[in-house]
């Protein structure tokens, strides 16, 4: 039986990468006594966000997410503004307003400054005595250690523009492939800070005009004010991997590839694995065996939701839009929508079959290419 509080190991524990997935393990073992050194390839955290704004979903469990993450032993000082209410368009310009009595989700910060998500989890990391070391790219692993580095390929991409507006808070979205081929476009705004993007699934050769047309869309719908834009994109990689190990070294995030398939919401997912994969070096129990109890049904869910919106096209967003998002329970409705029951079981040989083809976008040659999926993926 290993001791809990140092693996059996006298050597540190090593991670590379200082994002969610990374910092959660980091924190997880230091709070059982294990020392830790964080590698971060980069010289702040979230360094690659440049103070996005992201939405920490609240509707896959019905626990509250804050108090999820309180559950799992991570302090949740980070500004996390709670988002009730928001407007979904259809192609055709059609309002549908999402209202809802618990947060659908929490919007927060990612990048190294104050408030942010990566700021709070570095912050409890090194009160814990973790060792952070910053511009420290690790190749490779000799100890105990675990791997955080983020996403390997990528499998769509959200692009736009960061800026700061005189608009109000609140977050508006628009499902119309003419904008987001198989994704959907989004503008979130927070205290005269905003963040405007068209996150695609295919398509990526062509960012530049969706992007274009995801502004102008915005504009006529919502009066979209923009003051100091500054372009930032980022890939997503999904993929549920048949072991979430190099060699003997847990992969956790999205380096494993765990995200949300449908919508790209990974953050949940990379700090529970986090949590599971530090839970298994303290236990001794299978880092498999834990993510694929924990994690894999709802990813699964996913990739079948992924699979049936990217076959829907405008009118079925549509229909979609009228019949769940201006309901009266739209949290509960993405709930059922992210378990995996048990027509999205049959469903999941299918699904599998039809989202790895979709992985190769045919409209993008790759060849002297510019765009976010190959600046990502390279
Ligand atoms: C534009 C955009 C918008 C998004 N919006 C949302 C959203 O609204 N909601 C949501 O839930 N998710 C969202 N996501 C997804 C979410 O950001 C990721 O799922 C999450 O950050 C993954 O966390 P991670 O720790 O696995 O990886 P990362 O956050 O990428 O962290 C990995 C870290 O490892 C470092 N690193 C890489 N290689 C090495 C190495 N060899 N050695 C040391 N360090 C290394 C990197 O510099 C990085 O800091 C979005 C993603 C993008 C790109």
């Known amino acids: 039986m290993p001791d809990e509080k140092n693996?059996?190991?006298?050597?540190p524990v090593e991670i590379a990468g200082a994002g969610p997935a990374g910092l959660a393990a980091a924190i997880t073992l230091a709070r059982a006594g294990q020392q830790v050194v964080v590698h971060e390839a980069r010289s702040e955290v979230g360094e690659r966000f440049q103070g996005d704004f992201q939405g920490?979903?609240?509707?896959t469990t019905r626990e509250d997410a804050l108090s999820v993450l309180k559950n799992l032993g991570l302090e949740t000082g980070f500004t996390a503004r709670p988002f009730r209410n928001g407007t979904a368009y259809d192609a055709w310009g059609r309002a549908y307003e999402v209202r809802n009595e618990a947060p659908l989700f929490y919007m927060v910060e990612r990048g190294p400054g104050p408030g942010t998500l990566d700021s709070a989890l570095?912050?409890?990391?090194?009160?814990?005595g973790v060792e952070v070391r910053f511009n420290s790219r690790l190749e490779r692993l000799g100890g105990p250690g675990i791997l955080a580095a983020g996403p390997r390929a990528a499998d769509a991409i959200a692009t736009g523009y960061h800026f700061e507006t005189d608009m109000e808070d609140g977050f508006w979205a628009i499902c119309d492939d003419r904008l987001a081929p198989k994704g959907y476009a989004y503008l979130?705004?927070?205290e005269g800070r905003g963040t405007v993007k068209s996150c695609m699934f295919s398509g990526f050769k062509q960012e530049q005009?969706?992007?274009?047309?995801?502004?102008e869309a915005f504009q006529r719908l919502t009066?979209?004010?923009m003051k100091n834009p500054r372009p930032h994109g980022g890939v997503g990689n999904f993929r549920i991997p048949a072991s979430a190990y190099s060699g003997r070294h847990p992969l956790v995030g999205e380096q494993?590839?765990?995200?949300?398939t449908l919508w790209g919401f990974g953050m949940r997912l990379a700090i529970q694995s986090g949590v599971l994969a530090a839970r298994s070096l303290l236990t001794g129990e299978d880092y498999d065996g834990l993510w694929q109890r924990e994690l894999r049904p709802q990813m699964q869910a996913s990739v079948v939701n992924r699979a049936i919106y990217s076959l829907l096209g405008n009118p079925g967003y549509r229909w979609f839009l009228q019949?769940?998002?201006?309901?009266?329970?739209p949290r509960g409705v993405l709930r059922r929508q992210y378990r995996l029951s048990w027509p999205r079981r049959l469903l999941m040989p299918w699904a599998r079959r039809r989202y790895q083809s979709l992985r190769k976008d045919v409209s993008c040659n790759h060849v002297d290419c510019h765009c976010v999926w190959c600046r990502g993926a390279c």
């Open 209 to 215: 005009t969706y992007v274009r047309r995801t502004l």
């Open 7 to 11: 693996n059996g190991h006298d050597a």
């Open 56 to 59: 920490l979903e609240n509707w």
């Open 122 to 128: 570095l912050q409890q990391a090194l009160e814990l």
């Open 256 to 260: 494993a590839g765990f995200q949300d």
């Open 188 to 190: 979130l705004i927070m």
């Open 323 to 329: 019949r769940h998002a201006a309901g009266p329970d």
């Open 223 to 225: 009066g979209l004010t």
